[in-house]
């Protein structure tokens, strides 16, 4: 099967098919292409779905869309129709394909397992809808980059949930960083614990429908951050993870990498009691945030200097408010949506993210 003519050079080469976006969606392709404006919708208000209703959208992306003064939540798609208590203008849908059956206009959060981010993703970029994921972005690095190419061929938003970029915490520190105050950065250590019983989400426990473990789960947030803190390149040096049965993931994780030069640690753990902490050595001092990967409550971040001859002290303390950080990522792009600002920076930051896990996987052994 031949492409259309005129069609760009990327479309044949993608790893879901020849003429992906005719192949895989159908003519309506060319609908939105010719006839729809994406940027047709009232700019005062962004219309955004979720599609995916569990405990992490109930919990974190339901409140947070509730903060922000741009966005209204109009739709949701859950399978199971769980009796969740929402707003009576708030439509209820069973499938994906059920709500964008409706038309709908402005943005969908797509909260769902891993394995369906691309896919997802693409459906509702290809009816014309901005598109924010959760994190992962997908689970290899071949679905990342078709899903960005999509978006790029139709000029729509798509962002993905590295929702520390938006931590006050992490941003208080990038700005330490920017002024010197750590002097040289040396050396960054990580470590982010948490306890996933396999009842909450066994898609989360199978290699197919994951994409990795607590690496991918999890480690995707160190390395990000610390990309977001020091900038790239980054060197993947070593790996190891727990042993696993066949199609199964790793519950931990110990990986080391260098990130602009810079000595990165890195070591995650999903049967642990939750706790985070970031850490970053420099020649003139240490800057660390004990709970790093909070979205809640508050957060400490303090620096201790060196001095010659003498053990570190204490030079500054802040303590931040990190409770608004999903809702400042979500208004965040909703304001890039009103003001017509597509770029697509973040999501090659996420494919990246993606590509640089699978390379540890690649060069990892069992603990």
């Not at 989360?204 to 803190?229: E, K």
């Amino acid at each position: 099967m031949g492409c259309l003519h005129g069609a760009p050079s990327w479309v044949d080469p993608l790893p879901l098919g020849p003429c992906f976006l005719i192949h895989t969606y159908g003519i309506n392709i060319i609908h939105v292409l010719l006839n729809q404006d994406p940027m047709s919708f009232n700019p005062e208000i962004l219309p955004l779905a979720i599609c995916g209703l569990g405990r992490f959208a109930s919990r974190r992306i339901i409140p947070a869309i509730s903060m922000c003064h741009n966005v209204e939540l109009v739709a949701v798609v859950d399978r199971s129709m769980k009796d969740i208590p929402l707003a009576s203008n708030i439509q209820r849908f069973k499938s994906l394909e059920d709500l964008l059956d409706t038309h709908p206009t402005g943005a969908v959060y797509i909260s769902t397992p891993n394995y369906l981010h691309a896919r997802q993703a693409m459906q509702c970029l290809e009816a014309g809808l901005h598109v924010l994921c959760e994190k992962p972005m997908a689970t290899n690095s071949s679905d990342c980059q078709a899903m960005v190419k999509v978006a790029q061929y139709l000029k729509l938003h798509l962002r993905i949930g590295h929702m520390l970029r938006y931590s006050p915490a992490l941003q208080l520190t990038r700005s330490w960083l920017q002024n010197g105050i750590v002097g040289t950065p040396r050396a960054i250590c990580t470590f982010f614990h948490y306890d996933l019983p396999e009842k909450n989400r066994p898609w989360a426990f199978r290699q197919d429908s994951a994409g990795g473990g607590a690496l991918m789960d999890a480690g995707i947030h160190c390395i990000d951050a610390i990309r977001f803190l020091v900038g790239d390149p980054v060197i993947s040096l070593g790996a190891m993870t727990d042993p696993t049965p066949e199609g199964s993931v790793e519950r931990s994780a110990v990986c080391r990498f260098t990130a602009a030069s810079v000595n990165c640690f890195l070591q995650v753990c999903s049967q642990a009691p939750y706790w985070s902490r970031l850490s970053i050595s420099g020649t003139d001092g240490v800057i660390v945030i004990e709970n790093f990967a909070a979205c809640w409550g508050m957060v400490t971040v303090k620096f201790c200097a060196r001095r010659p001859g003498h053990a570190l002290h204490k030079v500054k303390e802040e303590i931040v408010d990190v409770s608004a950080t999903y809702s400042e990522q979500i208004q965040d792009f909703a304001d890039r949506v009103a003001r017509s600002e597509v770029s697509f920076s973040a999501a090659l930051d996420a494919a990246e993210n993606v590509r640089i896990v699978e390379e540890l996987y690649a060069i990892g052994h069992c603990l």
